[in-house]
T-cell receptor, first 114, second 116 residues
Framework: DQQVKQNSPSLSVQEGRISILNCDYT??????FLWYKKYPAEGPTFLIS?????DKNEDGRFTVFLNKSAKHLSLHIVPSQPGDSAVYFC?????????????FGTGTRLLVSP | GAVVSQHPSRVICKSGTSVKIECRSL??????MFWYRQFPKKSLMLMAT?????????EQGVEKDKFLINHASLTLSTLTVTSAHPEDSSFYIC????????????FGNGTRLTVT
C-alpha cells in the first residue's frame, strides 16, 4: 500500500521554465510534508517542508503547495536550472507518530535541459 | 556541509558473509537514527529506528536477526547485514535529525551493497 504517490516517474523541462512536481497521499493523519532531492549514489538532500497548518511555503526558487482536501502537494521550481536535474522525493509524516516515521514517494526524475 | 556521514559508500561481499555499515552524526548528538533501504527505482523504505542505549525498533517485515543495529554512542549507529544473500543487495541510507522532533531528516550518502 503506497501511502505517498508520485505518479510521474519523470519530467523534462527547459532551463528557465517552471518545473512542477506532484505528490498525492492517502493517509489523512499525515500533517508534515517534505521534499528531498537525490543525485545518483548519494543520500537525499532536504529541500523544503510544509506543515498542514499552511498551504504554501516558499524558499527561493522552491515553493511547495499543499491542498489538504485533495491530499495533494506540489513542488514548484522557478526558474529551473540544469543543476536541478535529479530525482525528487516527497515524504510525509504524522504528529501522532512523533514525526518519527517518514514515508517516501517513489520519486520523480527531473531533467532540466539548457 | 554534511551533517551525517556514512561508511563505506560501496561494498561488495560474498554470500554468507556479514557486512557492517557505520553512520555518524557530525558535530551533533543523535539519540535516534533511522535506517532506510532503497531498491532500484523504488521509494526509500524505513527499516528500523536506532535508539542510543536501547534496542532498535524494526519495521514490519524487517528481520531483526538479519539486520543488526547497534547505537552505542550518541554519534554512531551501525547496521550489520548478517549472512548476506544476493537479495540483500541494495542501497542502504542512514539519517538523523539535527534539531527537534519535527525538524527535517538529514541523510548520509548511502552505502551500495552488492552481494555476490
Amino acid at each position: 500500500d503506497q501511502q505517498v504517490k508520485q505518479n510521474s516517474p519523470s519530467l523534462s523541462v527547459q532551463e528557465g521554465r517552471i518545473s512542477i512536481l506532484n505528490c498525492d497521499y492517502t493517509n489523512s493523519m499525515f500533517d508534515y510534508f517534505l521534499w528531498y532531492k537525490k543525485y545518483p549514489a548519494e543520500g537525499p538532500t532536504f529541500l523544503i517542508s510544509i506543515s498542514s497548518i499552511k498551504d504554501k511555503n516558499e524558499d527561493g526558487r522552491f515553493t511547495v503547495f499543499l491542498n489538504k482536501s485533495a491530499k495533494h502537494l506540489s513542488l514548484h521550481i522557478v526558474p529551473s536550472q540544469p543543476g536541478d536535474s535529479a530525482v525528487y522525493f516527497c515524504a510525509a509524516s504524522a504528529s501522532n507518530t512523533g514525526f518519527q516515521k517518514l514515508v517516501f514517494g517513489t520519486g520523480t526524475r527531473l531533467l532540466v535541459s539548457p | 556541509g554534511a551533517v551525517v556521514s556514512q561508511h563505506p559508500s560501496r561494498v561488495i561481499c560474498k554470500s554468507g558473509t556479514s557486512v557492517k555499515i557505520e553512520c555518524r552524526s557530525l558535530d551533533f548528538q543523535a539519540t535516534t537514527m533511522f535506517w532506510y533501504r532503497q531498491f532500484p527505482k523504488k521509494s526509500l523504505m524505513l527499516m528500523a529506528t536506532s535508539n542510543e542505549g536501547s534496542k532498535a525498533t524494526y519495521e514490519q517485515g524487517v528481520e531483526k536477526d538479519k539486520f543488526l543495529i547497534n547505537h552505542a554512542s550518541l554519534t554512531l549507529s551501525t547496521l550489520t547485514v548478517t549472512s548476506a544473500h544476493p537479495e540483500d543487495s541494495s542501497f542502504y541510507i542512514c539519517s538523523a535529525r539535527l534539531g527537534g522532533y519535527n525538524s527535517p531528516l538529514h541523510f548520509g550518502n548511502g552505502t551500495r551493497l552488492t552481494v555476490t
